[in-house]
């Protein structure tokens, strides 16, 4: 999914010069992306190479700041063709959605591009950016200041809003997925009830996708239940986020009708990620012993990428 040096010079060249306007290449370091941001206009990307819009946009979280909400960032793919299109919301985990290189991560950029291509506009939030935070995987619960269960689910609520006042997004039509600490903010987010925008006149999301998140959240609150269709993915070697509790919240009464539960054997967190071999990390707040595996199952991967794929076709049309 790399492009070259030369492909993403030559896209970006073709953005300067024809005047393009708040349109990026996905990869792209940040200050080269806020170069593009200086000019007004449309760009067409290269073959193989996908172009964006950086957005941005308010939280939910007026209530927690007392104010002002917070204006996170965005990256908003969008695909062919004129007309109304289903939207993904995408919500990174604890490492953030840039990688250290400062470009938007493997696996993110991965899935963003084969939505897209499927007829789906993308929503890539940054939840840590905005708010001065490189990652949290190393953080210990309690000295978060971003949190799944609190900020980043109202960030999601934000995204969502702000789709529904985009006039090329089906407003019917909007789907949320997350990874790790993403999906556990997808629970937290799509399990609100009334107290969420599922309870609003215009409703909530549609439909939803988790990846390896820990469900202990979840599952200490016996009201917690999905606002709709939720797809639950974990791997059953996970130790990082073990899949216990999400086996156990799957099975629960008010659940179990709405959740449907895979557990892939031999896979650990991270499965879905391309061309990852498995390794070690270390110093992980929140891992059991402070280390877990992370890493591709080329199996796993393809099988849910199957999934997700049907999952959302079915929910939310393509």
Known sequence: ???????LAAVLGAVLCSGAGTMGIAGLPLSA???????????????????????????????????????????????????????????????????????VSQRHVWWATHLQRQGYAVLMVDSFGPRDVDEVCTTAL???????????????????????RRPEIDHGRIGLIGWSQGAGTVLAAYGAGDDGPAGSEEGGFRAAVAFYPGCRASLSDEDWQPDGPLLLLVGDKDDWTPPEHCKELAGRDG??????????????????????PVRKRKDLATAPGGTAHVGTNEDARSDAIRRVMEFFQEKLGG
Do not use: N
Request: hydrophobic share 40%; proline share 5%.
């Open 1 to 7: 999914m790399k492009a070259s040096a030369r492909g």
């Open 255 to 276: 659940v179990k009708d709405k959740l449907a539960l895979v557990v892939y054997p031999d896979a650990y967190h991270g499965f879905d990620s391309p061309d990852a």
């Open 142 to 164: 309690k000295d978060r200041t971003v949190r799944a269960t609190v900020e980043r689910k109202r960030d999601a609520w934000g995204a969502l809003a702000f789709l529904r």
């Open 33 to 103: 992306m806020a170069s593009a941001m200086l000019w007004t206009g449309t760009a067409q990307a290269a073959a193989g190479v996908h172009a964006e819009e950086i957005v941005r946009f308010p939280s939910a979280d007026g209530d927690l700041t007392g104010g002002a909400p917070t204006m996170l960032s965005g990256r908003l793919l969008r695909p062919s063709g004129s007309g109304q299109h289903p939207a993904i919301v995408m919500l990174h985990g604890c490492g953030g959605l840039y990688a250290r290189s400062g470009r």
